[in-house]
Nanobody, 127 residues
């Protein structure tokens, strides 16, 4: 069982930046595909970004494309989500999720391929 831990959330003004981190507790996840999802109050959980274990294949939601960047440092056993030009509508709890998935990139926008999830970190963007 892999436990994922997110960090880096907080309160930021619109236009600001935050960097979220995701790391496993107790084991390495260098061969895992890692995704970021978010859930705002009263809304369903939605896909944000995903990255293959090799780091050379990524996918973004249209709403964050050009503003967010997902990356990973397997030597540090950490995946990052750099969030720039933040907007109030980015306010949500952000979750990282992982799995040794062979699913295609198109399928990785769904929560289904990810069996392991973190507890989430709150991101609040004020206007």
């Amino acid at each position: 069982q892999v436990q994922l831990v997110e960090s880096g959330g907080g309160l930021v003004q619109a236009g600001g930046s935050l960097r979220l981190s995701c790391a496993p507790s107790g084991r390495t996840f260098s061969r895992y595909t890692i995704g970021w999802f978010r859930q705002a109050p009263g809304k369903e959980r939605e896909f944000v970004a995903t990255i293959r274990w090799s780091g050379d294949n990524t996918r973004y939601a249209d709403s964050v494309k050009g503003r967010f960047t997902i990356s990973r440092d397997n030597a540090k056993n950490t995946v990052y989500l750099q969030m720039n030009s933040l907007k109030p509508e980015d306010t949500a709890v952000y979750y990282c999720a992982g799995g040794t998935t062979a699913w295609g990139m198109d399928s990785l926008v769904s929560p289904r391929p990810y069996p392991y999830w973190g507890q989430g970190t709150q991101v609040t963007v004020s206007s």
